[in-house]
């Protein structure tokens, strides 16, 4: 079965532009996070969706982040206006089950 | 506070040797933890939950709820465990709270 996916795998991007960051679950998978990892630091949970619904925001770091699933499925997260501390990887995870995750390969953005 | 303590960036070991990767949690309901590994250019992936009690490449974990731990074992490291490995604690929202991550290098 196809894993994961997410898009792009690098974006590059001034201060104070918009980026999307795009993820593509496992189809059937109910649940999709969102995690990121900035430089020296641990990965930190962003967001929850069950289907199209929010279930758990309490990581999203302030109202520049945007994230949507429209439909249920693929989800994208947009940073706007993207300051330099959003650089980091930022990693798409889905799950049938409670626990067990599967995780994207990440983007990689660096904020200039 | 919810939390997962990786003490160790970088660990190193000769191929054959023992390893352990520490990792201590901060939970006050009842925890469920995992190992997580990245090996290079690949994506995070599961190696182990506490609630199969199995052995993955040849690595355990023990969930010990007196000393809050989830240590990493496996008796004879090899090259190709060089990696970096997270412990994560799931959270009742179902969210981890991930270690900062320790990097295996497993030298020949």
């Known amino acids: 079965e196809a894993g994961v996916t997410q898009f792009p795998s690098h974006s590059v991007i001034e201060k104070g532009q918009t980026v999307t960051l795009r993820c593509d679950p496992i189809s059937g998978h109910d649940n999709l996070y969102w995690y990121r990892r900035v430089m020296g630091k641990e990965i930190k949970f962003l967001l929850h969706?069950?289907?199209?619904?929010?279930?758990?925001e309490s990581g999203m770091p302030n109202n520049r982040f945007l994230a949507e699933r429209t439909g249920g499925t693929y989800s994208t997260l947009k940073v706007q206006p993207a300051e330099l501390e959003d650089s980091g990887v930022y990693f798409c995870?889905?799950?049938?089950?409670?626990?067990?995750?599967?995780f994207g390969p990440g983007t990689r953005l660096t904020v200039l | 506070a919810q939390r997962v303590t990786q003490p160790e960036k970088l660990l190193s070991v000769f191929k054959g040797a023992p390893v352990e990767l520490k990792c201590n949690y901060s939970?006050?309901?009842?925890?469920?933890l995992f190992w997580y590994v990245q090996y290079s250019r690949q994506r995070l992936q599961l190696l182990l939950r506490?609630?199969s009690r199995e052995s993955i490449k040849g690595f355990t974990a023990d969930l010990n709820k007196g000393e809050t731990s989830f240590h990493l074992k496996k008796p004879f490291a090899q090259e190709e465990d060089s990696a970096m490995y997270y412990c994560?604690?799931?959270?009742?929202?179902?969210?981890?709270?991930f270690g900062t991550g320790t990097r295996l290098k497993v030298l020949a």
């Open positions: 969706f069950v289907k199209e619904s929010k279930q758990d």
């Open positions: 994560a604690l799931v959270t009742g929202t179902y969210k981890y709270i």
């Open positions: 995870a889905s799950s049938q089950e409670v626990g067990r995750k599967y």
């Open positions: 506490h609630i």
């Open positions: 939970y006050s309901g009842s925890p469920e």
